[in-house]
């Protein structure tokens, strides 16, 4: 259940200690170019007495970039004067695929939110999921991960948290996920982790602890619309909190809340080819529609094939390159949302 192993990395930061404190944590790895260095995941911690713990994590996929901005707005404009308890901000989580501008780690080629809870004795990503597991997560009250589409998928943003059997957790969950304000959000089954391994937003469910994350964008770029909901929503999460007083929350419109079950949500490449969307997030759709035609110019005089959506739904994003493999995820759809799971 939990983590009890110690992490090999060193943290500059004293998560205890009252004011704001910068600085890195230390994770050492001997490479070609750098014998004794270490890898500087820059850290934030804002500290005012005894009060709830938010954590904030951005950078967990280094091509999702909203996230990232909005967490370096919260470290350099919030007082820690002005709040009550503390705030612990990581926003590029996965360092070196943030500075890459990959979703994976250019070191081990491995997907930060797919290792969880990590190992401390592992390659340099799955020493920070264990940082993140064992010193971050357990100090938290709520836990934010902020995410958009990456390279491959464009999202029409949105805020989402995860059905957990506990239904004071999940009215909890739903609560924060209101009250950060996004125009729309989805609820999901379970959180994705990939074999037995769990995501950042799994480990902290496992410990009962309020999570909800998002997808404000993508296609490798920066959403301003997105990058405006995350500015806005990490604030008011804390207002929602209790770590900023009630005259910092920033009107919202309602969220619009989504449910996302099983793989008839999903639209996949039926062929290798060319992807021509025949629709775009936020529209709604009808089961049956079609939904993509894959184009093979290498065989001109061939139809394409077609791809249908197999269910009535909104779509929450789709695939950005034009090339795709058999197997590709092209859609993503939000169906009616339902509280009781
Ligand atoms: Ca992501």
Redesign the pocket.
């Known amino acids: 259940m939990s983590e009890t192993r110690k992490s090999r990395v060193l943290c500059d930061v004293d998560f205890d200690r009252d004011g704001r404190q910068t600085g890195f944590l230390r994770l050492f790895h001997s490479s070609h170019v750098s014998a004794y260095g270490f890898l500087p995941i820059p850290i934030v911690v804002l500290r005012n007495g005894e009060g709830p713990t938010a954590l904030f994590v951005s950078g967990n ?1 280094g091509d ?1 970039y909203e996230g990232q901005l909005a967490l370096c707005g919260l470290a350099q404009s919030l007082d820690p004067e002005r709040i009550r308890g503390r705030v612990i901000i990581l926003p590029t989580a996965n360092y070196p695929a943030a500075l890459a501008g990959n979703r994976v780690s250019p070191v081990d080629n491995l997907n930060l ?1 797919r290792i969880f809870p990590g190992d401390p004795d592992g390659s340099v990503t799955e020493q920070i999921a264990y940082f993140i597991s064992s010193e971050l997560i357990p100090r938290a009250d709520l836990v934010c991960d902020l ?2 589409g ?1 390279s491959s998928l464009l999202y029409t943003p949105c805020s989402l948290t995860n059905h957990v059997a506990d239904p004071d957790l999940f009215r909890r969950q739903i609560a924060a996920l209101r009250a950060f304000g996004a125009p729309l959000g989805y609820v999901q089954g379970r959180a994705q982790g990939q074999g037995g391994n769990l995501t950042l937003g799994g480990v902290a469910e496992r410990r009962g602890i309020v999570t909800l994350g998002t997808e404000l964008g993508g296609a490798g770029a920066v959403s301003a619309e997105g990058l405006a909901i995350a500015r806005r929503g990490v604030r008011n999460l804390l207002v929602h909190l209790g770590i900023l007083p009630e005259t910092e929350r920033e009107p919202a419109e309602e969220t619009r809340i989504y449910g996302l079950g099983g793989q008839d949500h999903f639209v996949y490449a039926p062929e290798g080819g060319v992807f021509e969307p025949l629709a775009e997030p936020g529209e709604t759709v009808r089961a049956g529609q079609p939904a993509a035609r894959i184009h093979t110019p290498e065989t001109p005089w061939a139809p394409p094939a077609e791809a249908v959506f197999a269910r009535d739904g909104f779509v929450l994003c789709k695939r950005q390159p034009g090339r795709t493999l058999r197997g590709d995820c092209l859609y993503v759809l939000g169906g009616a949302f339902t509280p009781s799971g």
């Open positions: 996929h999702e939110n995410h958009s990456g």
